[in-house]
């Protein structure tokens, strides 16, 4: 064959590829008002800087080569923001972007190459799950599954981030759960197996939603960082994600201009501390004010929501958000908190992000409902991640830190430095519940107030400072500058800023 008939051959071959699972499916996907893979591709990363690899691939089963162009995957490395990350986009048009052997030897060159060569990892999914029948059999089983060992391996090299988008069976759910940040558009569903196939397993009709909608991720199992509406809403909370992470663990976060405004009217916090202990507060407003101005990018907010997590920049400076929420349950921390703050302990100091804590907790929650849920062992999980966190840390007491929960939060020497506000408060428990064990006194009771009075007479933060147990006692209005400069103090000069990264194995979706 001529050079130019091998030339024309290959562009016949790229056009096809480029044609997707035909003009009839990608006209319904418009009728619905859903974006296909190469739409979503080209809003995701930086205008013309895809360069695709694997165009050509197509399974190799018989009388499927020609209906599979690219396996029903578009994979390949682009830039976003400027950067380079590897990316896979899954293409619903083509057998339901089911997996396939062609395509999961695609998907895995993008993830290793991802972590050898120090890019991001980015996951679009809507899929069905597993291709049937190629998975059927021992033929199927022995030559797809567990063929690659390092398939869900997590070392968190580089940071992966993830969407869940209309359908997300099988590989699209697998790959949000192993990814550091995952994103959810309302609407869609994320589990295991499709509802139709569940129902026929369990002999009852399931409801999609009760499956794996969003409202059961957002609230329930905590799976998804963060929820939006649109496709581009989802693309955008990726970028954004990624703003604030290096491209692999052995770099620094990329700085940012620091926005106009930020520090003004710190004030303002004490418009927002309720002067009395027992009122409960939203400690969002206190957190917004001292980090830079519009950098606060929270995740899990409706999961665990007696405490904060989120990601924000202090002086330009990527840092993680750690802070109790006294407005659920007085911040009394629950299995779900726990939870989602070990996990994000571990995504920051896997990737060289500082933290800052802000306790304001009575406790850790208990009862028979907590116990029933292991709440033991997640306080150990949560003990034994803050005592391995390796990057810069500073724990702010804003008001209640009692019993073990202040250990947990960074109190004692879990942390290069500990500060309290002069409205911290420091103690074993609640001071009206010790009275009541101690004494046998209830409030109302006579000589309770007397007994209240002397069990929490050493409960204020002076005594700490004088024997420098906590190295500061600041006002909350000069939070931000100090925070600043202590993070300038410690950083790990020696290693470059880096981490040791003792989390970086730590399982998944704890």
Known sequence: MEHRELLAELDRRREKAAAMGGEEKLARRRERGMLNAAERMELLVDHGSFAESGLLGASPREGDTEKTPRDGKITGFARIDGRDVAVCVYDFTVKGASTGATNSKKLGHIRRSAGEFGMPFVHIGESTGARLPDVMGSMGMGSMLGTDPTQFRRTRETPWAAAALDTSFGSSAWICCCSDFAVMRKGSVMSV?????????????????????????????????????????????????????????????????????????????????????????????????????????????RFGRAAIIALARLGGKSVGIIASNPQIGGGAMSVDAIRKIVDFTVLCDSFNVPMVRFMDTPGFVVGTEAERRGAPGHIMNFMNATSLVTVPTITVIVRKAYGRAYVAMGGGRNNSEMIAWPTAEVSFMDPVFATRIVHNLEPGDDGFEDALAHIQQDIEVWDMAMSYAVQNVVKPQETRDYIIRMLDVYRLRKSGGIGEHLMQTWPTSN
């Open 193 to 301: 197996s499709s509802p139709r196939l569940v129902s026929m397993a369990v002999g009852e009709t399931v409801d999609p939603e009760d499956l794996g909608g969003w409202r059961l991720h957002a609230d329930t199992t905590g799976l998804a960082d963060c929820f939006v509406d649109t496709d581009e809403e989802a693309f955008e909370a990726i970028r954004r994600f990624l703003s604030y992470m290096p491209g692999h663990n052995r770099e620094l976060p990329p700085d940012a201009p620091v926005a106009d405004g930020s520090g003004a009217d710190q004030d303002r916090i004490l418009d927002i501390l309720p002067e009395k202990r027992t009122q409960v507060y939203d400690i969002r407003p206190i957190v917004e004010t001292i980090v830079d101005k519009g950098s606060l990018f929270e995740l899990k907010p």
